[in-house]
C-alpha cells in the first residue's frame, strides 16, 4: 500500500505558474512509477505525464509539453509537477498516481492502483 497526497494546486491567471507535489507514504517509493492525471468538468479524465521510479523515463501530453515538467525526489518521497504558461484549458482536478512497476510508467489510469483524492487547478483567462 502507499498512500499519496497532492498539493499546489489554486487560482492562476493565463501565463502563471504553479507546482503540484504528490507526497507518498507507505511503502518504498522508488519501487513506484508515477502518473499524473486530470480532470475537467464534464470531460474524461487525461494523462498528464509519468515519471519512472528513478526518473529516467519520462512521457508527457502533447497538449503540455514543452509547458509542464515532471519530476520527483526519492529521498523526500515526492514527485512534482511544474507548470508553466498555464492555459485556461489546463483547468482541472490534477491527481498523481501510482504503480509498483519495473517497466516505464503507464499513461493508461487503469494501470495505476493507486491515486490521491486531487488538487485543483484553476487557470483564469
Known amino acids: 500500500q502507499v498512500q499519496l497526497v497532492e498539493s499546489g494546486g489554486g487560482l492562476v491567471q493565463a501565463g502563471g505558474s504553479l507546482r503540484l507535489s504528490c507526497a507518498a507514504s507507505?511503502?518504498?517509493?522508488?519501487?513506484?512509477?508515477v502518473g499524473w492525471f486530470r480532470q475537467a468538468p464534464g470531460k474524461e479524465r487525461e494523462f498528464v505525464a509519468a515519471?519512472?521510479?528513478?526518473?529516467?523515463?519520462?512521457f508527457y501530453a502533447d497538449s503540455v509539453k514543452g509547458r509542464f515538467t515532471v519530476s520527483r525526489d526519492n529521498a523526500k518521497n515526492t514527485v512534482y509537477l511544474q507548470m508553466n504558461s498555464l492555459k485556461a484549458e489546463d483547468t482541472a482536478v490534477y491527481h498523481c498516481?501510482?504503480?509498483?512497476?519495473?517497466?516505464?510508467?503507464?499513461?493508461?489510469?487503469?494501470?495505476?492502483?493507486?491515486w490521491g483524492q486531487g488538487t485543483q487547478v484553476t487557470v483564469s483567462s
Open positions: 498516481t501510482a504503480e509498483r512497476t519495473l517497466s516505464n510508467p503507464p499513461r493508461d489510469p487503469t494501470s495505476y492502483a493507486y
Open positions: 507507505g511503502r518504498t517509493f522508488s519501487n513506484y512509477a
Open positions: 515519471i519512472s521510479r528513478y526518473g529516467v523515463t519520462i
